[in-house]
């Protein structure tokens, strides 16, 4: 059964580069509405092009912390992917604010949901519930006891929250926990992503790129249109009370990563190494993604090296708009 057909769906963060192609998964499935919450400090008009023209859906420039919006918004809303986070250096930078938007909005979501009888939440968490996991690929019984970050502990309270809030109201819930997302749109000067694109600027201009550490520090990157459908599957299975890995099952370390880059962009630079600044206390990431599989029937379609190479496309050609 198609849920999306003819629902209301809310999507809070829809600017921002996940939320956008989640959008641009659900509008060929025909909703009645798609109403959009961001305030845009991290998404963008630019994010929302193929779709904010379209009459189906509604944009709200607007704050999850403003509850008279918040509950405008979910009152007689079918569906909600709840994805309007702080990233994780805004939040240990200004844990205030990152307990307004990830703890107290969150818990809001679920409040209003429950009274509004809204009928399934699809919530983006995280690997960082996990910290440095204890196995390798990490299923989603590993426990979250060696995470060390604020953003982590707020992605872990919002699964329980929805958990505690199933049990008590029945709200029905799915939680994802995204890897390494990546693709066109992406956060340029994240935690992570940054590396890639100051690589790219390297590739571009001919210089040597840059690798702190030894280069063996590992991740598991998932291309962001995979991550969109696995949050449509997930509103579509008949599962609730369930968190799920969102990965792409390989794990790629940092010099890995540049190999690919350089082959991609056909380059034939040479990293140098340089000590590390800072202690990573998460050195390897790998997503046991069975379970999604099983119950949403997920799996990734789009390897690193071909989401690399959109990655490429789609960066220079936006530094040469910006730069022309
Ligand atoms: N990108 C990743 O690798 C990754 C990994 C794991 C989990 N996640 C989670 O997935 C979700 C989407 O992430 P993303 O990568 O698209 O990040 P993003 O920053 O691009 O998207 C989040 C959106 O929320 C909006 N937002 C932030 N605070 C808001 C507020 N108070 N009110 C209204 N809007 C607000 C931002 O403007 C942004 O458009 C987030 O919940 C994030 O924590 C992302």
Known sequence: MNKV???????????GFIG????????PLKPKKIIIIDNLIRGSRANMKSFLDNPVVEFHEGDIRDLVLLEKCIAGTDYIFHMAALRINACAANPSDGFDV???????????SAKHKVKKIIYSSSASVYG???????????????????YGAAKMW????FRSFKFMYGLDYVALRYFNAYGPRMDTDGKYTEVMIKWLDCIRDGKTPLIFGDGSTTMDFVYVRDIAKANVAALQAEVTDEAFNIGNCEETSLKGLLDVLLKVNHSTLSPEFRAE???????RRLADISKAKKLLDFSPTVSLEKGMKE?????????KITTD
């Open 132 to 150: 440095l996991a204890q196995h390798f690929p990490t299923p989603e019984t590993d426990n979250p006891y060696n995470n060390q970050t604020f």
């Open 20 to 27: 956008s192609y989640v959008i641009e998964e659900l509008i």
């Open 311 to 319: 990655l490429t496309e789609w960066y220079f050609e936006k530094i």
């Open 102 to 112: 990830m703890l107290k909005s969150t818990f809001e979501v679920a409040s209003l």
């Open 5 to 15: 057909k003819d629902s209301i769906i809310l999507v809070t963060g829809g600017a």
């Open 158 to 161: 919002g699964e329980q929250l």
């Open 277 to 283: 600044n800072s202690i990573n206390p998460v050195s």
